[in-house]
């Protein structure tokens, strides 16, 4: 259902964009997020985007460094990643939760519906 890809290996203060393909129907009816998973620590949410695509949720820690967007007739989301840190290294994972147009956005991971297989994002120091 989620395809993931864009991960690699990046210095610090590099740039990277992720991709997931939604192979699904209807993607205008998922809220599109980002997750994240660094060794030993619990995944984390990194960003969510409306079904819409008018609201965004960033993690305090990636606020103004990550933009998430969309592009419906691709049915493909992106997690563009600028000014990266070791910190940031982690497996990337894409998630889309089925929602109604005027719904919150969710950060729980267990509240989404399908899982992309993970990318892994090393920023070296």
């Known amino acids: 259902q989620l395809q993931a890809s864009g991960g690699g290996l990046v210095q610090a203060g590099g740039s990277l964009r992720l991709s997931c393909v939604f192979s699904?129907?209807?993607?205008?009816?998922?809220?599109m997020a980002w997750f994240r998973q660094a060794p030993g620590k619990e995944r984390e949410c990194v960003s969510v985007?409306?079904?819409?695509?008018?609201?965004?949720y960033y993690g305090d820690s990636v606020k103004g460094r990550f933009t998430i967007s969309r592009d419906s007739a691709k049915k493909t989301v992106y997690l563009q990643m600028n000014s990266l840190k070791p910190e940031d290294t982690a497996v990337y994972y894409c998630?889309?939760?089925?929602?109604?147009?005027?719904?919150?956005?969710?950060?729980?991971?267990?509240?989404?519906?399908?899982w992309g297989q993970g990318t892994q994002v090393t920023v070296s120091s």
């Open positions: 998630a889309a939760k089925s929602t109604i147009l005027t719904a919150p956005l969710e950060i729980r991971q267990s509240s989404y519906d399908y």
């Open positions: 699904g129907h209807s993607f205008s009816r998922y809220a």
């Open positions: 985007l409306s079904r819409s695509g008018g609201d965004t």
